[in-house]
């Protein structure tokens, strides 16, 4: 997918600044780097989404962004490293779910990963996570922390079918 | 509940049964060694019977891709089978629909080698 340069560094699919009003936190906690945090978050953000009322579809997919999002933090951002966690907050609103999942990595540069739809890297093996997550949500933002990690925030509206 | 794999035969297709979740970890594992196995074995005819799978994710749609390259690079075929709707959405999501040839109906896969 092409990124405009002054995006390189964080890619905003869609600005949520405005869309945080009225939000109401429901869960903020700190995960362990392995992939039972994987299941934890997905359990966690599949509560407040059903809460909210989201239809089984739905539901299927932010179970999957949750799930792809936490696997590149544990694994790709904190390398399953038992001294670094995994931030992992969802706010609700009457309309919409917001879920931030926030690692304390390295970071990356987001215009230098392959892309997945490339016909060169159709047969790779992986790297098809963020490009999951952003079909499955309605805005994401990735961007790299202060100190160093990747913050993702994921947003999904009540009633639009991706 | 991780990936459940059993093969069988029919005529000279070796069908690969698959049931559960293929993820990151056990169930992504057991399914690179299953296809490992049948290719050292000399099978040249594969296909993937995904009927019962109830979840894959990026990982698991990686390790299809990994056993599709390392059949093919055998000199066999992969072909799949029986997809579910999200299955089937991961595919065009992920443009590996125009990768993999994908069936419903299990005689018609096996006649289709």
């Given at each position: 997918m092409d990124i405009p340069a002054h995006l390189a560094r964080t890619l905003v699919t869609d600005p949520m600044a405005e869309t945080y009003r009225g939000e109401v936190p429901v869960v903020d906690t700190l995960l362990e780097s392995n992939l039972e945090s994987v299941d934890e978050a997905e359990a966690s953000a599949l509560k407040v989404a059903e809460e909210i009322g989201f239809d089984e579809d739905d539901l299927h997919q932010i179970g999957m962004a949750v799930r792809e999002c936490m696997v590149n933090a544990v694994v790709?951002?904190?390398?399953?490293?038992?001294r670094k966690k995994v931030h992992f907050a969802v706010a609700k609103a009457a309309d919409h779910l917001t879920i931030t999942i926030r690692d304390?990595?390295?970071?990356?540069?987001?215009?230098?990963?392959?892309?997945?739809?490339s016909e060169e890297n159709?047969?790779?093996?992986?790297?098809r996570g963020l490009l999951l997550i952003q079909a499955f949500v309605d805005k994401l933002e990735v961007t790299r922390t202060q100190a160093g990690g990747t913050e993702v925030k994921m947003l999904k509206y009540l009633g639009k079918s991706n | 509940m991780s990936v459940k794999l059993s093969t069988r035969q029919v005529g000279d297709v070796t069908v690969i049964d698959s049931a559960g979740r293929i993820t990151l970890g056990e169930g992504a594992s057991v399914f690179r060694d299953t296809v490992r196995d049948l290719t050292a074995k000399g099978d040249k005819k594969i296909l993937l019977n995904l009927?019962?799978?109830?979840y894959i994710d990026s990982s698991g749609i990686g390790e299809l891709v990994s056993g599709f390259t390392t059949v093919t690079n055998h000199g066999g075929v992969l072909k799949l089978l029986g997809l579910n709707k999200r299955v089937k959405d991961l595919l065009q999501i992920t443009k590996l629909y125009t990768v993999f040839e994908v069936f419903d109906d299990e005689a018609t896969a096996v006649r289709s080698f």
């Amino acid at each position: 997918m092409d990124i405009p340069a002054h995006l390189a560094r964080t890619l905003v699919t869609d600005p949520m600044a405005e869309t945080y009003r009225g939000e109401v936190p429901v869960v903020d906690t700190l995960l362990e780097s392995n992939l039972e945090s994987v299941d934890e978050a997905e359990a966690s953000a599949l509560k407040v989404a059903e809460e909210i009322g989201f239809d089984e579809d739905d539901l299927h997919q932010i179970g999957m962004a949750v799930r792809e999002c936490m696997v590149n933090a544990v694994v790709h951002g904190n390398r399953y490293s038992a001294r670094k966690k995994v931030h992992f907050a969802v706010a609700k609103a009457a309309d919409h779910l917001t879920i931030t999942i926030r690692d304390e990595g390295e970071g990356f540069e987001y215009s230098t990963l392959p892309n997945p739809l490339s016909e060169e890297n159709l047969l790779r093996q992986s790297g098809r996570g963020l490009l999951l997550i952003q079909a499955f949500v309605d805005k994401l933002e990735v961007t790299r922390t202060q100190a160093g990690g990747t913050e993702v925030k994921m947003l999904k509206y009540l009633g639009k079918s991706n | 509940m991780s990936v459940k794999l059993s093969t069988r035969q029919v005529g000279d297709v070796t069908v690969i049964d698959s049931a559960g979740r293929i993820t990151l970890g056990e169930g992504a594992s057991v399914f690179r060694d299953t296809v490992r196995d049948l290719t050292a074995k000399g099978d040249k005819k594969i296909l993937l019977n995904l009927s019962d799978v109830t979840y894959i994710d990026s990982s698991g749609i990686g390790e299809l891709v990994s056993g599709f390259t390392t059949v093919t690079n055998h000199g066999g075929v992969l072909k799949l089978l029986g997809l579910n709707k999200r299955v089937k959405d991961l595919l065009q999501i992920t443009k590996l629909y125009t990768v993999f040839e994908v069936f419903d109906d299990e005689a018609t896969a096996v006649r289709s080698f």
